[in-house]
């Protein structure tokens, strides 16, 4: 069935880049996606990316789709502590309004 | 707009009690979900509506049942609780916004069941 991994846990210094990875075995999905959660919170909604495209930067964020091993990554240049969350990466399944969620990548940033 | 709306936001149960969970939404969103996040797996989907009068399972959707009152409210509710739905439950609607469907989340329901 369609399934969605990530790594658990990422540790980084503040100032470095963070590189948060995910691999999905759907490859008719059209849209992947980023959402960060803060402690006790919901989910937002990050970035995503359309299925046709390689790579989307957006401020501090990069985005790189590498189809062929479906592997999507997440770069957060200049980590800041403010960037502590978890982070999931998400396929659509089944229709444009159905997601899949990976388990959560937990980054901590430490001075 | 206050976006996505749960209540409430702790419940504790015994086994077998039952209980209901609110969902509102403000965005005159068609689609609504509701998924479970326990540690180390994610969110899973439980129920989705993907528009009003309309109801699918989704991933775990044993022991719940849900009720897409009207396009703003989508209710999820446990008949029999058991320890297994300890959980912390989303709320979430979306709709096609140009370019994609994002998915916008309500702040949470950490339920206990003893």
């Known amino acids: 069935g369609e399934d969605v991994e990530q790594s658990l846990f990422l540790s980084v210094r503040e100032g470095d880049s963070s590189v948060i990875n995910c691999t999905y075995t759907?490859?008719?999905?059209?849209?992947l996606y980023w959402y960060k959660q803060e402690p006790g919170a919901g989910l937002q909604l990050l970035t995503y990316?359309?299925?046709?495209?390689d790579m989307k930067q957006d401020q501090r964020l990069t985005v790189l789709l590498n189809k062929k091993d479906k592997h999507l990554s997440l770069r957060i240049a200049d980590t800041q502590t403010g960037d502590s969350a978890i982070y999931f990466c998400?396929?659509?399944?089944?229709?444009?309004?159905?997601?899949?969620f990976g388990a959560g990548t937990r980054l901590a940033v430490h001075p | 707009n206050a976006g996505v709306t749960q209540t409430p936001k702790f419940q504790v149960l015994k086994t077998g009690q039952s209980m209901t969970l609110q969902c509102a939404q403000d965005?005159?969103?068609?689609?609504m979900y509701w998924y479970r996040q326990d540690p180390g797996m994610g969110l899973r989907l439980i129920y989705y509506?993907?528009?009003?009068?309309?109801?699918d399972k989704g991933e775990v959707p044993n022991g719940y049942n849900v009720s897409r009152l009207n396009k703003r409210e989508f209710s999820l509710r446990l008949e029999s609780a058991a320890p297994s739905q300890t959980s912390v439950y989303f709320c979430?609607?979306?709709?096609?916004?140009?370019?994609?469907?994002?998915?916008?989340f309500g702040p949470g329901t950490r339920l206990t069941v003893t």
């Open positions: 990316i359309f299925s046709n495209m």
């Open positions: 965005m005159n969103h068609n689609s």
């Open positions: 759907d490859s008719s999905s059209t849209y």
């Open positions: 509506s993907a528009s009003e009068g309309t109801t």
């Open positions: 979430a609607s979306s709709e096609f916004q140009g370019s994609s469907y994002e998915q916008y």
């Open positions: 998400a396929q659509t399944s089944g229709g444009y309004n159905k997601l899949i």
